[in-house]
Each structure stands twice: as structure tokens, then as C-alpha cells.
T-cell receptor, first 111, second 110 residues
Framework: ETGVTQSPTHLIKTRGQQVTLRCSSQSGHNTVSWYQQALGQGPQFIFQYYREEENGRGNFPPRFSGLQFPNYSSELNVNALELDDSALYLC??????????FGPGTRLLVL | AQRVTQPEKLLSVFKGAPVELKCNYSYSGSPELFWYVQYSRQRLQLLLRHISRESIKGFTADLNKGETSFHLKKPFAQEEDSAMYYCALSGPEGAQKLVFGQGTRLTINP
């Protein structure tokens, strides 16, 4: 049973605001990846952190940023929210090159 | 460019019938291929990955490099197989940094 948790489960923001989403990894997992899943689409890779450093980034603007903490929990920050940022945000944790385990996601609605 | 295509958004078959979910990919190199599944009200989970060559819940998938395909098959569908299925690939960095297809919603009719 995976121990990956995400908070909050859902939230509503308005255009221009900033949001922080959180992910707690399963014990021992040193890699976290974040994905954006728009309605009716597959998840899209945002970025990955390995041992607190960014280790790859998808095609997302700099207003999407992240952090990984020494306990391997992670944050995804999005500044200057746009309507198109409305989506399900997934984190996935694991050991590098091994299977990654997904959290339940945070559903963000931007009005 | 890396791309995964799942041509069917919806697939409906009867219980006991064979199932095949199609996946084609585009990648300049040797990717690793995966199938992920999401059951109703559950999180996304790995079903199988091509390097392990396992059969999970009766599903198998063969990587065909010539046709750049990784179709998911099961000889006899069961009602509990109803779910959303995503094909995904990753590069040489391994199981991270996945590129997903749009997904196929599989419905098994009784």
C-alpha cells in the first residue's frame, strides 16, 4: 500500500493568485515528480526532484516551481495563476529509476 | 519528440471476450514502456512495465520496436477490469519522467 499523500485534496483560486500544493512521499523514496492532468488528458510531466535538486523539467513556464525537503516531502508552487492551470496535480515518488507511486492528486480550479 | 498515442478514448467489450488496448509511441532511442491503470475512485497505479515481462491480472504487453507499439492484451475480460488505462514511456533515465498517452476508458459489459 503506497503511503504517498497530497494536500489539499481540492481548492479554488482566482486568476493571478499563487498556490502551493504539497506531497508527502512514502518512506525511503528520494525522488518526486509532479504531473499536471487536465480534464480528459493523460498526466503531463512538470518536473522532478532528486535529493532536493531539480532533476529534469517538462514544458512548463518558470511560474511553476518546486521544492524538495530533507525528509523528501515536496511542494509545487504556481504563481500568477491562469484559467488553464485548472487541473488535477499529481505527485509521484520513488527511488531513482524504479517504479514511482502516485498520490491521489490535488484538484485545482482557477476562476 | 517523445509521444504516446492511444487511438481509442473509449473501448467497450463483453465479459469473457478478449481485450486489446492499443498504444503507439514515438521516441528516438530505446524507451521503457509502461501501462498504468486507474480504477474508479483510486489513484493511478502501475499495471506492468515491459522490462519486467510480467503478466499482471492476466494482462500482457509486448514491445514491438518495428511497429513502435506496446499494446495491452487480455484473453478473457472480467468486469473488474473496467478502468482507465494509460500507456506511458520514459527515456534512459528510467521509470521517472513519464510521457503519458491520453488514456483509454475500458468498460466490461456483463
Amino acid at each position: 500500500e503506497t503511503g504517498v499523500t497530497q494536500s489539499p485534496t481540492h481548492l479554488i483560486k482566482t486568476r493571478g493568485q499563487q498556490v502551493t500544493l504539497r506531497c508527502s512521499s512514502q518512506s525511503g523514496h528520494n525522488t518526486v515528480s509532479w504531473y499536471q492532468q487536465a480534464l480528459g488528458q493523460g498526466p503531463q510531466f512538470i518536473f522532478q526532484y532528486y535529493r532536493e535538486e531539480e532533476n529534469g523539467r517538462g514544458n512548463f513556464p518558470p511560474r511553476f516551481s518546486g521544492l524538495q525537503f530533507p525528509n523528501y516531502s515536496s511542494e509545487l508552487n504556481v504563481n500568477a495563476l491562469e484559467l488553464d492551470d485548472s487541473a488535477l496535480y499529481l505527485c509521484a515518488t520513488g527511488l531513482r529509476t524504479e517504479t514511482q507511486y502516485f498520490g491521489p492528486g490535488t484538484r485545482l480550479l482557477v476562476l | 519528440a517523445q509521444r504516446v498515442t492511444q487511438p481509442e478514448k473509449l473501448l467497450s467489450v463483453f465479459k469473457g471476450a478478449p481485450v486489446e488496448l492499443k498504444c503507439n509511441y514515438s521516441y528516438s532511442g530505446s524507451p521503457e514502456l509502461f501501462w498504468y491503470v486507474q480504477y474508479s475512485r483510486q489513484r493511478l497505479q502501475l499495471l506492468l512495465r515491459h522490462i519486467s515481462r510480467e503478466s499482471i491480472k492476466g494482462f500482457t504487453a509486448d514491445l514491438n520496436k518495428g511497429e513502435t507499439s506496446f499494446h495491452l492484451k487480455k484473453p478473457f475480460a472480467q468486469e473488474e477490469d473496467s478502468a482507465m488505462y494509460y500507456c506511458a514511456l520514459s527515456g534512459p533515465e528510467g521509470a521517472q519522467k513519464l510521457v503519458f498517452g491520453q488514456g483509454t476508458r475500458l468498460t466490461i459489459n456483463p
